[in-house]
């Protein structure tokens, strides 16, 4: 029963969206933009250990080709399959005394930084919903006596 209501209601958000183009377009387009971002940190990484023999292009299609063969097993994170893909695929492109700090660098950069940023927002976020509760609170004190 559940699965049909839920099947259900993803049809029917499907439609609504189906109705509106334009947004798919923009959707999609943030989306490409993010993908891009998260695997453009490797060039930012290869640039700041000073290196410059490997292209831009190949840089970044290993990455996509890692992303994708690490997202595949079904671990959370995908704990492992990342820094031993990375490991792998970049071990002739980074010095072998860089291969451990830039690998480092990079799952910092896109995987704990974001999970650093949620929790960051997380609080703000709590913490401004809890002030905003004890002030209406406080008003409501003042309004009923």
Same mark, same amino acid.
């Given at each position: 029963? &559940? &699965?049909?209501?839920?099947?259900?209601?993803?049809?029917?958000?499907?439609?609504?969206?189906?109705?509106? *183009?334009?947004?798919?377009?923009?959707?999609?387009?943030?989306?490409?933009?993010?993908?891009?971002?998260?695997?453009?940190?490797?060039?930012?990484?290869?640039?700041? &250990?000073?290196?410059?023999?490997? *292209?831009?292009?190949?840089?970044?299609?290993?990455?996509?080709?890692?992303?994708? %063969?690490?997202?595949?097993?079904?671990? *959370?994170?995908?704990?492992?399959?990342?820094?031993?893909? &990375?490991?792998?695929?970049?071990?002739?492109?980074?010095?072998?005394?860089?291969?451990?700090?830039?690998?480092?660098?990079?799952?910092?950069?896109?995987?704990?930084? %974001?999970?650093?940023?949620?929790?960051?927002?997380?609080?703000?976020?709590?913490?401004?919903?809890?002030?905003?509760?004890?002030?209406?609170?406080?008003?409501?004190?003042?309004?009923?006596?």
């Amino acid at each position: 029963v &559940f &699965f049909v209501q839920s099947h259900q209601k993803q049809r029917k958000a499907v439609l609504r969206l189906s109705r509106h *183009p334009r947004e798919i377009a923009i959707q999609l387009g943030l989306s490409a933009l993010s993908v891009l971002g998260l695997m453009s940190v490797i060039l930012f990484v290869y640039r700041a &250990f000073g290196e410059s023999g490997t *292209p831009w292009y190949q840089l970044l299609t290993i990455s996509f080709l890692l992303f994708l %063969s690490a997202s595949y097993p079904p671990l *959370p994170g995908a704990s492992g399959a990342q820094e031993g893909g &990375f490991a792998v695929l970049f071990r002739g492109i980074f010095p072998d005394a860089q291969l451990f700090v830039a690998l480092l660098i990079w799952r910092f950069s896109t995987y704990y930084l %974001s999970i650093l940023a949620g929790a960051a927002l997380t609080v703000t976020e709590n913490l401004g919903a809890l002030r905003k509760r004890r002030t209406q609170e406080k008003r409501e004190g003042v309004s009923n006596e």
